[in-house]
């Protein structure tokens, strides 16, 4: 007994000997650069931290010193940057990361993606269904940025303005309708998402949905979910859930608090690829039936357009076209989401 005591104990003396290591190594690096250091014991990227930081840091800022949590929310995802510096080196036990805010820095960075590549992190999160722009490096990301960019043109954004006017509309109808009747609150903010999932279910796939529709989509037989709803899943687990491994989530016991979004979660990973190439099938039928010069609006057509002109070799793989879909809708979402939030918040404060 004491000589697997002691072995268990070396062992876990040596997982933390890495820990240690990895500070000290990420120290000495960051001294190296010249830039200002912001030094955590923690590692921010490991699996775990990432999982249970966002959920835990209401209870962390009740037992930790005020002190000690504004040092260690650096390194909760959700934290933008040091209230203090705009560029710095943020040292941990995991990477070396540098941070900045500094709009020329920044623009630097993003014109030389030859000398900052991509990390793994960043595959396990944004690449589950495919490599994308955002996951890719070298020619690859050439490649695709080269058919990317073709895509966002002035027939997407003539859908997507045509989209939001209708949804507007509908929004507008509905506050209005919900002030005449009742003291109830309405909850702009949930319509915020919902219009956004709405001009992205539009421009995406051209299926446009009325923003007061009272009777959702049903999921096709076979199906648990619905393309959008599998988007909206996929969407509140892109900060650490959607890395858990298949048989996670389909393990997950069901007497474990939240169960129920995590199952969804596993249908969703399930499903959402195969609703992508269903509609990517369908887009290319389309086109083949299409006339000259008719060309559909929709992000899923210029996308297979681009790549079809793209000329042989250089065209998007199937699970290229799948993760650039992903990226698109589920990025889109959270971003515009919360730039319609925070706009709505300024109108209010400002009319």
């Not at 943020?90 to 014109?111: M, N, Y």
């Not at 559909?296 to 250089?314: F, M, N, P, V």
């Not at 199937?318 to 300024?346: K, P």
């Amino acid at each position: 007994m004491p000589s697997l005591i002691l072995l268990a104990g070396l062992l876990t003396g040596a997982y933390f000997s890495t820990f240690i290591y990895a500070l000290l190594r990420n120290l000495f690096l960051a001294r190296k650069t010249g830039f200002p250091s912001i030094i955590i014991p923690w590692d921010q990227n490991h699996i775990v931290w990432m999982i249970l930081s966002v959920p835990l840091r209401p209870k962390l800022k009740q037992w930790l010193p005020t002190q000690s949590f504004d040092r260690l929310t650096l390194a909760i995802y959700g934290w933008d940057n040091s209230p203090v510096r705009k560029s710095y080196m943020h040292v941990g036990c995991g990477r070396l990361e540098f941070w900045t805010a500094d709009p020329e820095s920044t623009t630097e960075i993003l014109r030389r993606p030859g000398s900052f590549e991509q990390v793994g992190l960043v595959d396990m999160l944004l690449a589950r269904f495919g490599h994308s722009l955002l996951t890719s490096n070298g020619e690859k990301w050439a490649k695709q940025r080269k058919i990317v960019a073709g895509v966002i043109n002035e027939r997407v954004s003539k859908a997507v303005f045509a989209e939001s006017i209708q949804q507007t509309d509908g929004l507008l109808r509905e506050v209005c309708s919900v002030s005449d009747h009742g003291t109830e609150t309405t909850k702009l903010f949930d319509m915020m998402k919902k219009i956004t999932m709405n001009v992205l279910s539009g421009a995406t796939m051209r299926r446009s949905v009325p923003f007061n529709d009272t009777e959702p989509e049903k999921p096709q037989a076979g199906f648990k979910l619905t393309y959008v709803e599998a988007i909206k899943v996929l969407v509140k687990a892109i900060a650490g859930p959607m890395a858990l491994p298949r048989w996670f989530l389909f393990g997950y016991p069901s007497f474990m608090p939240g169960f129920e979004f995590i199952r969804s979660l596993g249908h969703a990973v399930d499903e959402f690829p195969v609703h992508t190439k269903a509609l990517l099938q369908e887009g290319r039928q389309r086109s083949r039936t299409a006339k000259d010069g008719q060309i559909s609006r929709s992000i899923i057509s210029q996308l297979l357009q681009a790549s079809a002109d793209s000329g042989k070799g250089e065209a998007l793989t199937e699970e290229e076209t799948v993760g650039n879909i992903f990226i698109f809708t589920v990025a889109g979402f959270d971003t515009t989401a919360n730039t319609l939030s925070h706009a709505l918040v300024l109108l209010a404060r400002y009319p």
